[in-house]
């Protein structure tokens, strides 16, 4: 019997962010959607106004045999930049911040190691800004976002190879 554990992670617009993870071998499966902000079951329209303060965040089913929670960050890091507070490019407000739910106090200590080991090397011209917030609900986005770049392969520029720091 298989046993799968969560993740959840905001790193911008969450239809790139499910479509990068969806490429990680035991990333069983993807849901984007809502959480860490004040407002029960929030629209997109809501959250993409500035008004609930909830960010857009994918949540992983995934196999702990198969792909660690340190892989996991790795490629959480190496897929956005965690140095813009409130921002993924083109994309600006609170919803789009860089952020870790973790799901267990493993989960918080292995991302807080990894954000003090990021911003100690200097890999990044500026300091991680990325945060560790408290688990909160998770709020399933519309049924039109979920597996959205598989309906809309142009909607997103994703690495033609996966990056996975180390």
Same mark, same amino acid.
């Given at each position: ?11 911008? $617009?969450?239809? $790139? ?8 071998? !035991? ?8 959480? !860490? ?10 959250? $993409? *106004? #500035? ?29 956005? *930049? ?6 993924? #490019? ?20 292995? =991302?807080?190691?990894?954000?003090? =080991?990021?911003? =100690? ?34 909607? $997103? ?10």
């Amino acid at each position: 019997m298989m046993s799968t554990e969560l993740a959840t992670f905001a790193a911008g $617009c969450f239809w $790139c962010v499910e479509a990068v993870f969806q490429q990680v071998p !035991g990333v069983l499966q993807t849901q984007v959607g809502y959480m !860490g902000g004040h407002t029960d079951a929030p629209t997109y329209k809501a959250v $993409c *106004d #500035g008004d609930t303060n909830h960010a857009e965040v994918v949540q992983l089913t995934y196999d702990p045999e198969q792909v660690t929670y340190q892989k996991l960050l790795s490629v959480f890091f190496a897929n956005h *930049d965690p140095t813009t507070l409130n921002r993924q #490019g083109p994309d600006v407000g609170t919803q789009y911040r860089s952020a870790i739910f973790p799901h267990s106090p493993e989960q918080h200590q292995e =991302a807080q190691a990894m954000i003090a =080991a990021l911003n =100690a090397s200097n890999v990044f011209k500026a300091p991680v800004v990325t945060t560790l917030e408290p688990l909160a609900p998770f709020y399933l986005a519309e049924d039109y976002h979920q597996q959205y770049y598989a309906k809309n392969r142009i909607a $997103c520029a994703l690495p033609k190879q996966l990056v996975f720091a180390e």
